[in-house]
């Protein structure tokens, strides 16, 4: 069975100490650290911006999966591009031109991520599933961490996961919000790739553990 890769949210992390945050994750057994940005238009809450990005990747040992919560992303991914973002996802929501957004992503040699929040349908995505490397499927309503995971979600991930198999498409589905040692194994079975977990793995005594049990659910 594949493993699934393990994006832990620095949202959830201490911010007077993402140097040691950082560190910690280096050390651990996740595989990509998900960096979530808000820009309190597209989403009611203000995270970090494009010099923050730049300091984790300093430190960071790992790629980036930049999660974009902001209004007209176009104007923005060259610039997280520029400050180390491996993987860049816009919100499906945000983008009336998808299919260019994800072109202008590509061509900055970055993985193409789409997220789509809790009540988009994963149809709308069937005529762009070849052009898009990662979906983020948002398991909770975008803004904040530490909420309660939608049950919706597996229905949705097994109705995304029959659409990429009918595509022939080879996209990966990530999960993002309340993801925890509860819900891992039913969303991996539904089909999906990548768990993002936030508050789990920073308010865990142990978070390395936690990322440990997440790599090996
Ligand atoms: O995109 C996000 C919120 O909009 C975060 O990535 C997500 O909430 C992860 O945090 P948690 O695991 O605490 O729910
Ligand atoms: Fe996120």
Redesign the pocket.
Known sequence: MPRPIIAP?V??SDFANLQREITMLNESEAHWI?V?I?DGMF?PNISMGLPVVEAIHRHAAKPLDV?L?IVQPERYVEAFRAAGAANISVHVEACPHLHRNLQQIKALGCRAGVAINPHTPVQGLADVIGDIDLVCV?S?N??????KFIEHTYRKVQMLKQLIVDAGASTLIEI????NLQNARRLLDAGADVL?????VFQAPDPKAVIRDLAAV
């Open positions: 949210s949202l959830a998900h979530d808000m989403v999660h919560m948002m909770v975008p803004g904040f961490g530490g909420q993002d919000g309340g993801v993002v977990a936030g508050s789990f």
